[in-house]
């Protein structure tokens, strides 16, 4: 009952969050859209509240109506939102195939569903290690689960997936679960190819033939998904690389440069921001002692993607205090399963720069 009561608490807690949080806009749930006043929308939306360029979530408001379509031009600020399909495709399910109104609705449930789904995993493989139940709550935390919720982003489908994935894969699940579970991190965000594609080396290297064919069809799947996307809309289904990439460590140095030589007011947020940002080196190398002394190759490989992610993200990644859970994730569900494996107990002190962060949000 354990797992069950974790998962049902933080719903809860995600419902207590995003409400407060719509209490400031007349609890309008078109907030978590948020569509773009410059674009163009479908008709049926005249009512949603706008601002000028809106939130991420109005693109995948927009796929989830049609996610086998290729969308209109102009719709999309760019043909990536299309490859995190997963999320799309399950709040068209949920909405009676892309009903608008209920499409509202939905896409807030399936968050909460997958928020807790990952509570779920998370406390079963806590308790199994012996570590205390309430553990399964801190990986929503140390991603900023809630903060995606506020946005109606893909982030939350995509921590669930990655962790059914290493839950599955140190769990020595059968192979089809694991495959299953492969294939959903895949298309809930294209930076899990790497992670996937990695994974399948490591089979192919332990001699898990079997297994390492599957995540090779799985990445073969993928890449002629990207394919048709990108005959579909004409350009590349990637995200512009200026900005969200950089030389080595100019994104992390220029970030810091800002509390050090403000250029405005720095305000609560920021500030917060900024001991999240600090600690990424902190759990590199946490994460790479507790892997390997747990001697576990496979949250060396998440840690090492992440670090290198950390590496190579640019200034508007670095800049942005919602960039932390998303694309960074890799790092505290990693070094999560890590110190679960260890029963290394101060690992929730990771997670208090998050918890202020959501604090100053809500």
Same mark, same amino acid.
């Given at each position: 009952?354990?797992?069950?009561?974790?998962?049902?608490?933080?719903?809860?807690?995600?419902?207590? &969050?995003?409400?407060?949080?719509?209490?400031?806009?007349? &609890?309008?749930?078109?907030?978590?859209?948020?569509?773009?006043? #410059?674009?163009?929308?479908?008709?049926?939306?005249?009512?949603?509240?706008?601002?000028?360029?809106?939130?991420?979530?109005?693109?995948?408001?927009?796929?989830?109506? &049609?996610?086998?379509?290729?969308?209109?031009?102009?719709?999309?600020?760019?043909?990536?939102?299309?490859? /995190?399909?997963?999320?799309?495709?399950?709040?068209?399910?949920?909405?009676?195939?892309?009903? /608008?109104?209920?499409? =509202?609705?939905?896409?807030?449930?399936?968050?909460?569903?997958?928020?807790?789904?990952?509570?779920? @995993?998370?406390?079963?493989?806590?308790?199994?290690?012996?570590?205390?139940?309430?553990?399964?709550?801190?990986?929503?935390?140390?991603?900023?689960?809630?903060?995606?919720? @506020?946005?109606?982003?893909?982030? !939350?489908?995509?921590?669930?997936?990655?962790?059914?994935?290493?839950?599955?894969?140190?769990?020595?699940?059968?192979?089809? !679960?694991?495959?299953?579970?492969?294939?959903?991190?895949?298309?809930?965000?294209?930076?899990? =190819? $790497? =992670?996937?594609?990695? +994974?399948?080396?490591?089979?192919?290297? #332990?001699?898990?033939?079997?297994?390492?064919?599957?995540?090779?069809?799985?990445?073969?799947?993928? $890449?002629?998904?990207?394919?048709?996307?990108?005959?579909?809309?004409?350009?590349?289904?990637?995200?512009?690389?200026?900005?969200?990439?950089?030389?080595?460590?100019?994104?992390?140095?220029?970030?810091?440069?800002?509390?050090?030589?403000?250029?405005?007011?720095?305000?609560?947020?920021?500030?917060?921001?900024?001991?999240?940002?600090?600690? +990424?080196?902190?759990?590199?190398?946490?994460?790479?002692?507790?892997?390997?002394?747990?001697?576990?190759?496979?949250?060396?490989?998440?840690?090492?993607?992440?670090?290198?992610?950390?590496?190579?993200?640019?200034?508007?990644?670095?800049?942005?205090?919602?960039?932390?859970?998303?694309?960074?994730? @890799?790092?505290?569900?990693?070094?999560?399963?890590?110190?679960?494996?260890?029963?290394?107990?101060?690992?929730?002190?990771?997670?208090?720069?998050?918890?202020?962060?959501?604090?100053?949000?809500?």
């Amino acid at each position: 009952m354990k797992p069950l009561a974790m998962s049902i608490l933080a719903i809860f807690l995600s419902v207590l &969050s995003v409400e407060k949080y719509l209490f400031k806009y007349q &609890s309008d749930h078109t907030f978590l859209v948020l569509m773009s006043a #410059n674009r163009p929308h479908p008709s049926g939306t005249e009512h949603f509240l706008r601002m000028a360029d809106g939130y991420d979530g109005q693109y995948y408001f927009l796929i989830s109506q &049609s996610p086998f379509q290729v969308q209109p031009e102009g719709y999309l600020d760019s043909p990536a939102r299309h490859t /995190r399909i997963l999320y799309c495709i399950v709040c068209w399910l949920f909405s009676g195939f892309g009903n /608008r109104i209920a499409l =509202v609705w939905a896409m807030y449930v399936v968050n909460l569903l997958f928020v807790g789904g990952t509570a779920y @995993l998370a406390t079963e493989w806590a308790t199994k290690k012996g570590c205390p139940s309430w553990w399964g709550l801190l990986v929503g935390l140390s991603t900023n689960s809630i903060l995606s919720l @506020l946005r109606n982003l893909t982030d !939350v489908s995509s921590t669930f997936c990655l962790v059914g994935l290493l839950f599955a894969w140190v769990s020595h699940s059968r192979t089809w !679960v694991i495959l299953l579970w492969a294939t959903a991190t895949v298309f809930a965000k294209e930076q899990n =190819v $790497a =992670v996937v594609s990695c +994974l399948f080396l490591l089979a192919a290297w #332990n001699r898990k033939w079997k297994l390492s064919l599957g995540l090779g069809i799985v990445c073969v799947l993928w $890449a002629g998904f990207f394919a048709l996307l990108w005959y579909g809309y004409g350009e590349k289904p990637l995200l512009p690389s200026e900005g969200n990439l950089g030389p080595p460590f100019e994104g992390y140095s220029i970030h810091f440069q800002r509390y050090f030589y403000p250029i405005k007011k720095i305000g609560k947020m920021e500030r917060t921001n900024f001991y999240l940002v600090l600690q +990424l080196p902190l759990m590199i190398f946490l994460g790479l002692y507790l892997a390997i002394k747990a001697r576990s190759w496979v949250l060396l490989i998440p840690i090492l993607l992440g670090a290198v992610l950390v590496v190579v993200s640019g200034n508007a990644v670095y800049n942005d205090v919602w960039s932390y859970g998303r694309v960074f994730n @890799l790092l505290p569900i990693s070094v999560w399963f890590a110190a679960v494996e260890r029963r290394w107990f101060w690992y929730p002190i990771l997670c208090v720069p998050s918890l202020i962060l959501l604090a100053a949000v809500i």
